[in-house]
């Protein structure tokens, strides 16, 4: 999604600009651009596209000026196109922003009426002849941002620089994450920007505006006032961003770096769960008495959101707790009823999730507790929860999830279990069988990994399908429909996932020789169950590959290709059947040549309903 920059530097800072920019490449954009102020004159460069057209325009036509911003746009408002990327600019004004204007078309029509006139369809544009038009009245650039910002509604962050101020840049905050990196005596300067890995080059010292604020920014230093314009302190804390590696080491592709790195972060992330000695979960630093909890509401998006399903499963199977799961951008436009001395759990990778982070504040205000599974520890998300459980998946870069996925699971295995220690249904034998299925994951996805040839070639086949099925029962239903989604995502092969026996009501109807039917099948208590099911398909047609610890023949039935899985406890088999769905998904992409780390039209962090 949109990312923002901005420098007030010691040095023409263009080129830092665009090195930032590509640290926000991951969120996903489709045009870019930055402004400069130089001997009084703000200039601009724009490009659609990628970030080396942008550095080819400014390869032509360089920037000067020790002052800038810069965005990469997803767009929202208007095409991608050159006229519509940012930043914007009205008289000397000249703004970048990430977010939604609700209201810009009333803006719209009444600066129309005062004479401004629009060059772009984006939303943007009217901040900048907001701003423009109070500078024209007299106002100062502060008087004029405070008063714009209290004409917008939606949810947004937005950097402003003004023609004639060389050491000024006005920041804000509603809703859209916005951090700000503090020189030192070595590099002096100011920066902002959507997070922290974008400042990293710069400096490790990081605040970050609290909703509503509004920042001053100087080459020295920075102002911050709340909502109501009072001066207000945000800490400034040291980033970990720095020491973030985020390349792509001998991998051709960030997705696949972060699939490999699986059994490393999913070890690390039992490891802040589990005590190793012991054999026991330890969830010591969570305060909160699951043995009286009348319900767990869990609200995510996206990939989060099945890990929410596989949740639902293992908390209510596993720590026998009543739990309800939902679309963060469905909950709370509902009005959900939410339980007395109820919690609310979210799950985010990014903790940036606009639609996320509203329910998170619905559920606030319905006097739940707040817990959320978050892997930017630095997130909004995170930063609004009473109790924070962290992924150490480390930096995602590619668009699709995976890595955090599987560590989000894993989060919520442990949790499952503690949960089932509180509520007196799991006894000491019990969990320390299931801690050790825990730990036998990462040794297991590496072995899986080692698999990763055959799943290539059978993904050949997959890339000539026009539609691909995926099928699967209990925790399999929720992987199911991650394979569906990882495929849709990065290959745009039409991809659709069904619980096994919901086929027959209707998508049973689609089957034919044509169509590439996955079924996700382990051999646990409704593996038979699925097994019919699959002999439904086999009996059309469908081309079955069969992702299953079972022998093929176990199948019953004509299957074209199997991924064979190592046994494990059920309890843990969505952790290794994630593995291979993501392969399927990954190499299929690379076969049909799509941009498999920043697919067509997809962000990483959604800031905007
Ligand atoms: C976007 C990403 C998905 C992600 C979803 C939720 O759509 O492309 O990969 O699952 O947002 O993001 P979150 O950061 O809240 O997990």
Redesign the pocket.
Known sequence: MCGIVGIIGSSPVASNLVDALKRLEYR?YDSAGIATIHDGHLMRRRAKGKLRFLENKLKDEPLEGLIGIGHTRWATHGKPTEVNAHPHVSEGVSVVHNGIIENFKTLRVALEKDGYVFETETDTEVIAHLIASGLKAGQSPEDAVFFTLSQLEGAFALAVIFEGHEDLMIGARRGSPFAIGYGDEDEPGMYVGSDAIALAPFTNRVAYLEDGDFVVLNGTGAKIYDQDRVEVQRKISTSMAQTLVVDKGNHRHFMMKEIHEQPDVISRTLSHYIDLASERVDFSALDLDFKSLPRLTVT??????YAGLVGKYLIEKWGGLPVDVDIASEFRYREPLMAEGGAALF???????AD?LASLKYCKAKNQKILSIV?VSESSIARESDEVLPTLAGPEIG???TK?FTCQLTVLAALAIHIGKSRGVIDEALEVKLVRSLVEVPRLISELLTEEKRIEEISHSLSQARDVLYLGRGTSFPIALEGALKLK?ISYIHAEAYAAGELKHGPIALIDENMPVIVVAPEDELFDKTVSNMQEVAARGGKIIFISDAEAERAGCEIVDQIKMPKCHPFVAPLLLAIPVQLLAYYTAVHMGTDVDQPRN?????TVE
């Open positions: 996903g995510a998006c996206g990939t989060a959101f799950i985010s990778q990014s903790g940036e999730t996320s892997n668009v699709a999830s955090a995502e997809l962000a990483k962090s959604v």
